[in-house]
């Protein structure tokens, strides 16, 4: 591979691994940035259905499970979307911290890469 200034680099097997490795955490990036785009809407939802419920004034109330609206109590209703709520709300937080220790990894890996290939090599999104 010729870098910018007229120099051939050779790239060695562990060169492959790291390129290769990069390509999988970009690859999971943007998977996990759909994941959390999803989490974020469940979560706002969960919260509507939450403010829906504050608002209805109803002792039994439609809730539903899978495709199935099922009539239930309001109490454990809200029992239920506060558990809801907070599971939703920890797999975000899953999400987050998974993105935040992708990025960091390929930070390191474009560290070394730019470093051996300098401008032969191109690891960002256009």
Known sequence: MQ????????????????INRFGRLNNRLHELQDEIKLAKETNENLDDAGNELIL?????????????FAHMPRDDVETRLE?????????????EEEKESILAQ????????????????????D
């Open 3 to 18: 870098q910018g200034d007229g120099t051939e680099a050779q790239v060695t097997w562990e060169d492959q691994q790291n």
């Open 56 to 68: 209805s004034d109803e002792d039994v109330v439609r809730f539903q499970i899978g495709e199935v």
């Open 83 to 95: 558990q809801m709520k907070e599971d939703a709300a920890k797999k975000l937080e899953r999400l």
């Open 106 to 125: 390929m930070a390191e890996l474009k560290k070394i890469l730019y470093g051996k290939f300098r401008d032969a090599i191109n690891l960002e999104e």
